[in-house]
């Protein structure tokens, strides 16, 4: 599923500030945003580093309640795949995990749709997605983490999904932050 060179050869030249592979739940979660926001504060401004830190929390939360693959100890905690790296230009954070194959279209239709709008209509977009409630009965929210995703980042979603089986898809998005 999580090819390892494939990640090491994306991450090539860049600098790892964070990769983590394994269960997730929200000590662990917790103990990373600490580790995450000390790392941040070494680099750069504090705009900034709030900036990926929120996104970074989102997207994590995304595999925590989302994520299909479950821990092999007790099946409590959620798996999935969590990064941040910095270029010269940009700050990468970048998630995946599994998910159902039928909630692909509407994953991928979802971030077309955000990557289509300007700043003012993803403003209006999260207010139409907020007061229609959740979006699925699995749903934890009113589905706008990711359009404050793109409102925080100013930058669109980059979306990739690889078919594992008949049931599951190893989903994977990213965004970039400007460093300047």
Do not use: W
């Amino acid at each position: 599923m999580f090819n390892y060179y494939e990640y090491q050869n994306q991450t090539d030249g860049e600098k790892v500030l964070f990769s983590y592979k394994g269960p997730l739940n929200n000590v662990l979660l917790a103990d990373f945003s600490n580790n995450i926001r000390k790392r941040l504060k070494l680099y750069d401004n504090v705009s900034i580093g709030n900036k990926v830190f929120a996104i970074f929390m989102e997207l994590s939360q995304n595999v925590l309640y989302y994520s299909k693959e479950s821990d092999q100890f007790d099946g409590k905690d959620k798996v999935g795949t969590l990064a941040i790296v910095k270029t010269a230009e940009h700050y990468k954070v970048m998630t995946g995990n599994l998910v159902s194959r039928t909630a692909v279209p509407k994953i991928l239709k979802k971030c077309e749709t955000i990557n289509s709008l300007d700043r003012e209509a993803l403003r209006e977009f999260k207010r139409q997605q907020r007061a229609l409630g959740p979006d699925t009965e699995d749903s934890k929210g009113a589905g706008i983490g990711l359009i404050h995703v793109a409102l925080t980042s100013d930058n669109q979603l980059e979306v990739n999904v690889k078919e594992i089986d008949e049931n599951l898809a190893f989903y994977v998005l990213a965004v970039n932050i400007k460093r300047v």
